[in-house]
């Protein structure tokens, strides 16, 4: 893998760690406690959005994804959230916990939208080019 590469998969870690610690502030319910915590709870749902989601995702065909106005996104999101929650309590240096689903239901949703609102000002592939570019020199 080229250090290109390498270097926007770090840069997305580090938006979506951004991400996961906004929805432990501001979604009552969801306990995240320190930095550690916070990257290996993003490593873990970065993870599952890599591995998981796509298979998820062919699951659900894509007219039923129309129909229901991309319901099932949100549907998958929750239950990778949920996932991610579950993991993390099975490793004894991440101290996450999501006390419900209506916790869990929020949190995805601010994962998400403040992972949208990122991608619109950082360009991870771009970054990540310029940096390589700029460190070569």
């Known amino acids: 893998m080229s250090t290109q590469r390498l270097l926007s998969l770090a840069i997305r870690w580090l938006l979506l760690a951004l991400a996961v610690w906004a929805a432990a502030e501001i979604v009552p319910g969801i306990h995240l406690e320190g930095w550690k915590s ?3 709870v993003a490593l873990i749902l970065g993870l ?5 989601r796509p298979i998820l995702s062919g699951l659900v065909p894509l007219p039923l994804r129309l129909l229901t106005f991309g319901l099932f996104s949100v549907v998958i999101n929750v239950a990778l959230f949920w996932l991610t929650s579950w993991l993390a309590g099975r490793v004894a240096a991440i101290h996450f916990h999501v006390d419900s689903f209506v916790a869990t239901l929020f ?5 998400s939208l403040v992972s949208l609102i990122v991608a619109r000002f950082v360009d991870a592939d ?3 080019r310029d940096l390589t570019r700029r460190f070569k020199r």
């Open 38 to 40: 916070t990257f290996g």
């Open 48 to 52: 599952l959005n890599l591995y998981l």
């Open 107 to 111: 949190g995805a949703l601010v994962i």
């Open 126 to 128: 771009h970054l990540a």
